[in-house]
């Protein structure tokens, strides 16, 4: 299944940072940050301005984003956890 995110959202696939362990201390998943990087994996047309005229996204499927970290909606697609963004939750691209 195929998701396509409507108007200025994009859909996302949150990138992992790779759990170290200092010291011997695990960290439990729920005293651990919220990653804010993620990969652009669809992105929707551009949002309607009231003219009629729509504004493109700049972003394309592929590129690496830096995010808030309340920003979004998760979402659950074929067992695989995204987040639906708008454009403008977006805070960079990395290069």
Known sequence: MTLRPLHDRVLVRIIEEKETIR???IIPDTAK????????IAV????????????????????RILF?????SEIKVDGEEYLILREDEI???FS
């Open 68 to 72: 808030g970290k309340y920003s979004g």
């Open 33 to 40: 940050e919220k990653p804010q990087q993620a990969e652009v």
């Open 23 to 25: 010291g011997g201390i």
């Open 44 to 63: 929707g047309k551009g949002k309607m301005l009231e003219s009629g005229e729509r504004t493109p996204i700049a972003l394309k499927a592929g590129e």
């Open 91 to 93: 805070l960079g691209v």
